[in-house]
């Protein structure tokens, strides 16, 4: 009879996994949970925003039910095929007692063996082979709640074994707050209503006591050694005790991905890049006929618009730089379509979403694709998918007040176009000095398959076109 009731139970709640929602990811970081246990959720209800090395994305539940517990709080890194959250899929069925009050004591037979240490092979959106994913066995009593609630559970009840006495009462976002500062929360005097440790304790104990306060060692005592103080440990993100020099930053997620793929192109590609500056009062003049323009009416109208399509007429003219060098095969990959990429930064780090086949879109269609990418950037809501597969790249360090630069290569593309800031600068103009609107070009290339003869025929025509901008029309 226990047997077929333990069978019942185990069928009425269904666990979701951490997904893979990029292309083959390991990780991801639960940025934010938007239901709680208790509440009910419908098939393909959104439950929680996570962050990945790519981007942040929502996660919608694939089944109906009542939320039974959630695995893991907010500010976790989760690998991918770990369960983050139980449901209820048959809340009516019977008494559905928290996962603390049901289960026994001590379950060891009960518990899994940990996944293993070995990725296992990814499917994407359905995580990790079912081996790697295994539950894993719980410390003393299995529990679904905070263990300070669990505590004053069984105090209430009467028993003392819910929670060893050894596992101070903290909710989890104080544990993690000790854990970064190298706190032992067995020594931290809790002051929360039932004991609990709070996170002014954990700072407490993380400030050094000042060696006037210390009360002095026995004379005849020999001295003691004492583990090194609790500040000298790294400080976690928006954290900074008292006192101290330093805020340690994890690197994590999109910015541990830009990390790791610029030394990546750094070390990997030969970057040459070249510099020009050019008179682009005429396409300035032109920004401004278009904004007026009726065909232009709805969509952003900004120099960067003309830029990138100053950018793809120079690739039409010489294709060569539009390309990709494959390491294994000792080949250069010609691409005979142009995703172009454009830098967005983003309060989470740089990224580089890219408009698809941006070579066959019109001028009013370029500015509604480049509207559309630097809205959803902003709003933090670009897809895995919208970064993947670009070809080249602007970056326009323009906006920041800066001249020029000499950009990275986006890894697995040839070449990347920097444009400086606009300024109204003295310029020879029909022999004469005037005020011109001036602005200066940077493209770095890959010079293993662009030459310097191909890169400066690709940057010579973008400026040749900025500067008279009807060479869109005869040139295109």
């Known amino acids: 009879m226990t047997t077929m009731t333990d069978t019942s139970n185990a069928a ?68 991918v095929g770990q369960v983050i959250i139980a449901v209820d899929v048959a809340p009516g069925s019977g008494d559905a007692a928290p996962a603390a009050a049901s289960a026994p004591a001590a379950e060891p037979e009960a518990a899994e063996p940990e996944a293993p240490k070995g990725r296992q092979p990814v499917l994407v959106g359905y995580g990790v082979a079912e ?28 028993h003392t074994t819910v929670v060893p006495e050894s596992r101070p009462l903290a909710k989890p976002p104080v544990r993690k707050l000790a854990k970064d500062l190298g706190i032992d929360l067995a020594t931290v005097v809790p002051t929360g209503e039932g004991g ?32 090194a103080p609790a500040a000298e440990a790294p ?15 994890p690197v994590k997620g999109v910015r541990k991905a830009i990390a790791q793929a610029m030394v990546g192109s750094a070390f990997t590609a030969p970057h040459v890049t070249e510099f020009v500056t050019v008179d682009v009062t005429r396409t300035m003049k032109l920004v401004a006929e278009l904004k007026e323009d009726k065909e232009m009416a709805g969509v952003r109208v900004n ?35 142009v995703n172009l990429g454009i830098a967005a930064a983003t309060p989470r780090g740089l990224i580089v ?25 902003r709003e933090g809501k670009t897809s895995p998918a919208a970064m993947a597969g670009g070809t080249v790249t602007i970056t326009n360090v323009g906006v920041f007040g800066v001249d020029t630069g000499t950009p990275i290569l986006n890894p697995g593309e040839s070449a990347i176009l920097a444009v400086g800031a606009i300024k109204l600068q003295p310029w020879v103009h029909k022999g004469k000095v ?43």
């Not at 994305?57 to 939320?67: A, K, N, S, T, Y």
């Not at 990138?308 to 691409?335: S, T």
């Not at 890959?446 to 940057?459: A, I, M, P, Q, T």
């Open 12 to 79: 009425r709640f269904r666990e979701f996994k951490m997904p893979d929602v990029g292309e083959g990811l390991t990780e991801a970081e639960i940025l934010k949970w938007y239901v709680q246990a208790g509440d009910t959720v419908t098939d393909g209800q959104v439950v929680c925003e996570v962050e990945t090395a790519k981007a942040a994305v929502e996660l919608p539940i694939p089944f109906d039910g009542v939320v039974h517990e959630l695995r893991f709080p907010e500010g976790t890194t989760v690998d």
């Open 131 to 158: 081996s790697s994913t295994k539950r894993r066995a719980r410390k003393g009593a299995a529990t679904a709640v905070p263990a300070a609630a669990a505590a004053i559970q069984g105090e209430m009840n009467g």
């Open 196 to 227: 609990i440790i709070t996170r002014e304790d954990v700072h407490a104990a993380a400030t050094p006591v000042p060696a006037q306060a210390q009360a002095p060692a026995p004379t005849a005592a020999p001295p003691v050694a004492e583990p």
């Open 235 to 249: 400080a976690p993100a928006g954290v900074t005790t008292v006192g101290a020099r330093e805020t340690r930053i």
């Open 303 to 337: 120099p960067l618009l003309l830029i990138a399509k100053a950018l793809l007429v120079a690739i039409k003219r010489n294709p060569g730089v539009n390309a990709a060098w494959d390491e294994a095969n000792q080949e250069i990959v010609q691409k005979h379509y």
């Open 353 to 377: 979403p890219n408009i698809k086949d941006a070579h066959e879109q019109t001028l009013p269609q370029l500015a509604a694709s480049l509207g559309e990418l630097v809205s959803t950037a």
């Open 434 to 476: 005037k005020p011109r609107q001036v602005t200066t070009l940077a493209l770095s290339f890959d010079h293993r398959l662009v030459d310097g003869e191909l890169g400066s025929k690709v940057l010579a025509d973008v400026a040749a076109i900025l500067e008279q901008p009807k060479r869109l029309i005869t040139w295109a």
